[in-house]
C-alpha cells in the first residue's frame, strides 16, 4: 500500500504508563498527522507536523506529545495513559500540495 | 475551520447510481473540496477534490455549484463495497490540517 505504517497495530497498557505509537513512511512527504477516532467523535486531530521539528497541537491534544527528529518518523507518546485515551489512532501524510491525504490502517490501544 | 453540512445516512440500492451532497455556504474562495470515505475497520481513504470545476476519477465524480456553496459526489454505480462513511471537508492550504465532521453513512442494498 501507500507507503505508510503504524507500529504496532494493537497494543494493550496498563494506566499510568508511558505508551509511544509510530508513524513511518516512505514517501517523503512533509506533512503527518496523529488522529484518533472514538464512536461518537469520529476522528479528531490530536497533533500535525509541518517538517522536521515543527508540529503543532490540534482540537485535541491534552496529555499527547509528539516528535518528529526525521523525515519519515512521527511518533506519538502518552506520557501516562488513561482509560480515556483507549482509542483508534491514525496517522496520516501529506504532500507538499494540495494532494489528498493517505491514512496508515491505524492503531487500536487499549489503555486498562 | 470552514463548515460542512451532510446528511447523517443514506441509502441506495446496488448498481444504481449514488448522490451525496453536502452543503458549505461558508466556503472561501481558496477552499478546496475533498471528499474522503471511510469502509469499516479501515483508515479514512481519499476519494476526490476539486475548487471550482468538476472532477472525475476512477472512483467517483465531483460536481460542484456555480456559487460553490454546495457539492454532490457521485458514485455511479455503487457496489455493496461502496458502504461507508463519506467525509466532505474543506481544505485550505494556509490551515495545513483537515478537520472531519460526522460524514455521511452510505448503505447499499443488495
Known amino acids: 500500500d501507500a507507503g505508510i505504517t503504524q507500529s504496532p497495530r494493537h497494543k494493550v497498557t496498563e494506566t499510568g504508563t508511558p505508551v509511544t505509537l509510530r508513524c513511518h513512511q516512505t514517501?517523503?512527504?512533509?506533512?503527518m498527522y496523529w488522529y484518533r477516532q472514538d464512536p461518537g467523535h469520529g476522528l479528531r486531530l490530536i497533533h500535525y507536523?509541518?517538517?522536521?521539528?515543527?508540529?503543532d497541537k490540534g482540537e485535541v491534544s491534552d496529555g499527547y506529545s509528539v516528535s518528529r527528529s526525521k523525515t519519515e518518523d512521527f511518533l506519538l507518546t502518552l506520557e501516562s495513559a488513561t482509560s480515556s485515551q483507549t482509542s483508534v489512532y491514525f496517522c496520516?501524510?501529506?504532500?507538499?500540495?494540495?494532494?489528498?491525504?493517505?491514512f496508515g490502517s491505524g492503531t487500536r490501544l487499549t489503555v486498562v | 475551520d470552514a463548515k460542512t453540512t451532510q446528511p447523517n445516512s443514506m441509502e441506495s440500492n446496488e448498481e444504481e447510481p449514488v448522490h451525496l451532497p453536502c452543503n458549505h455556504s461558508?466556503?472561501?474562495?481558496?477552499?478546496?473540496i475533498h471528499w474522503y470515505r471511510q469502509l469499516p475497520s479501515q483508515g479514512p481513504e481519499y476519494v476526490i477534490h476539486?475548487?471550482?470545476s468538476n472532477v472525475n476519477n476512477r472512483m467517483a465524480s465531483l460536481a460542484i455549484a456555480e456559487d460553490r456553496k454546495s457539492s454532490t459526489l457521485i458514485l455511479h454505480r455503487a457496489t455493496l463495497r461502496d458502504a461507508a462513511v463519506y467525509y466532505c471537508?474543506?481544505?485550505?492550504?494556509?490551515?495545513?490540517?483537515?478537520?472531519f465532521g460526522k460524514g455521511t453513512r452510505l448503505h447499499i442494498l443488495p
Open positions: 476539486g475548487l471550482t
Open positions: 507536523s509541518y517538517g522536521v521539528k515543527d508540529t
Open positions: 461558508t466556503i472561501s474562495g481558496t477552499d478546496y
Open positions: 471537508i474543506l481544505f485550505n492550504l494556509r490551515d495545513d490540517k483537515i478537520i
Open positions: 514517501e517523503n512527504h512533509r506533512y
Open positions: 496520516a501524510i501529506r504532500g507538499q500540495v494540495n494532494y489528498g491525504y493517505t
